[in-house]
């Protein structure tokens, strides 16, 4: 829906100046917008890049699984349906580690393996299971400590002060995460079949 939207807009946008005779503007804009991309694309990609790099050594380096077993105690409370000790448990410990790094690039991989295994412990392969459900309110709120991307873009603008956003992240994302769990849970006890 979201494509289509923005396609809509794309389209209005360019008839709109073939009709008011802005050609050059039109020009002018995509290339811009193409320059100002690849030159955002340039700048941070290299924390991305340093970011996914220390997830993966921490991944190989078994970080990530004693942190899990840390957040095992609380996931098995936000996901009863999940047997202790499947592999979903330590996949989505690591993607919220990931998030609360502020790390969507290099917690998006986890996400997807961590849905994919909880898609093997779906009983109705066509309907999105309750920890499925679950799981994608947490993605999505993402609770974040350290905003990296955001302080990177904002440094790569010229920020005079780029963390001064890190407690605002704290409190939105914290809230969005308690808020998500609360209507998560009792839109599950509602609706429990």
Sequence with gaps: MV??????????????GLFTNNLETINNTIVDSTKISLDMLF?????????????????????????????????????????KGHESLSLIASNMIANVFGLGSAATPFGLKAMSSLQKLNKKKDTASRSMITFLVIN??????????????????????????????????????????????????????
Excluded at 3 to 16: A, D, K, T
Excluded at 43 to 61: C, D, H, N, Q, Y
């Design 43 to 83: 700048k941070i990609f290299p924390v991305i890049a340093l970011w996914m790099g220390l997830t993966r050594i921490a991944e190989k380096s078994k970080l990530l699984e004693k942190l899990s077993n840390k957040l095992s105690p609380i996931l098995t409370k936000i996901f009863p349906e999940i047997p």
């Design 3 to 16: 494509n289509i939207i923005w396609m809509v807009l794309i389209v209005v946008g360019i008839f709109y």
């Design 140 to 193: 999505t709120s993402g609770l974040t400590i350290i905003p990296t991307t955001i302080i990177s873009l904002r440094m790569m603008y010229g920020s005079l002060e780029p963390t001064k956003i890190v407690f605002a992240c704290i409190i939105s994302t914290a809230f969005a995460t308690i808020g998500g769990i609360v209507i998560d849970r009792i839109l599950a006890r509602r609706y429990k079949n």
